[in-house]
């Protein structure tokens, strides 16, 4: 054991087996360091609905807040920015040539 | 209606004016399929060969603003030509559908209403398909998304066979992408 541990007697008097022991129930889950993402996608699962039709008229209006923010506070350039889309073109026609 | 939404109304009804079959693709194609995100212009795929691209161009700069200055040239170039609505001020980059793979875009479309707009859409596969091909982090999130909130309409045949397909002309990324994508969200 690493000398820097406390003694087990100590550990015993501090507390800290009886927290491992906790912490080995059902404690333990909320200090999990990884996200349990089984459980979250069945979470969502579970109360997942297709949006309804205010919800899409509330993102819409949302998004269109978003867009005009953004092309307030965005230059010229990065209005036209396509370089990504032009690649991926070019490397459709790459891999499947032209249609006759 | 939002101007987006103005946008994508305004431009079916100028394709259907002027005999140009397209289908919305990227972030709308997305949005539309229930993946609320947001996005700074709307992609669609117009059907042509490499002879109409002019007449493509031509088309569209009657009634849309052309983004760059010299736009026959980018498009002839780039086989992407950059527009914006005149009235809503909204870009549209239109794509020169010149490959086989856009061709099969084009002929399953659907159509389509993302609030008050109705337009012609890639089914959600395709578009799948689409954005496992450009595979940058943003696509990959998107697929990754689209598959949990459409997991129980999807068909899953169609998507695994196109995705082997693509191994074919070396990118073999698309199924294996398609595969721990799957794998993840256990469908």
């Not at chain 2, 084009?106 to 091909?133: P, V």
Request: hydrophobic letters at 40%.
């Amino acid at each position: 054991m690493p000398d820097f541990l406390p003694k087990a007697s100590l550990r015993e008097k501090s507390g800290i087996s009886i927290l491992n022991k906790i912490m080995n129930s059902d404690f333990k889950k909320f200090f999990e360091p990884t996200p349990n993402y089984a459980a979250l996608r069945e979470l969502e699962e579970k109360n997942y609905h297709p949006p309804t039709e205010e919800e899409i008229r509330n993102f819409l209006n949302f998004w269109q807040e978003i867009y005009d923010f953004w092309s307030q506070n965005n230059s010229p350039f990065e209005m036209s920015y396509a370089e990504e889309k032009v690649r991926v073109r070019k490397a459709l026609i790459d891999k499947f040539g032209f249609r006759a | 209606m939002i101007r987006f939404e103005k946008t994508l109304k305004r431009l079916d009804e100028f394709c259907e004016e002027v005999s140009i079959k397209y289908a919305v693709i990227g972030g709308v194609a997305v949005i539309t399929y229930d993946y609320q995100r947001t996005t700074k212009d709307i992609d669609i795929t117009v059907l042509c060969n490499l002879e109409e691209l002019k007449s493509i161009h031509d088309k569209f700069i009657q009634s849309y603003l052309p983004v760059h200055d010299d736009s026959l040239n980018f498009f002839s170039r780039n086989f992407l030509l950059p527009v914006k609505d005149k009235i809503t001020d909204i870009k549209i980059d239109v794509a020169a559908g010149l490959t086989i793979f856009d061709d099969t875009i084009i002929k399953r479309r659907i159509r389509t209403k993302l609030g008050r707009a109705e337009f012609y859409i890639c089914t959600l596969e395709d578009l799948i398909i689409y954005k496992l091909f450009a595979s940058r982090h943003l696509d990959l999130g998107d697929v990754e998304m689209l598959l949990i909130k459409n997991k129980n309409s999807l068909d899953k045949k169609y998507l695994f066979e196109s995705a082997e397909k693509f191994k074919e002309l070396e990118r073999e990324d698309i199924s294996e992408n398609l595969q721990k994508l799957f794998n993840q969200q256990i469908l």
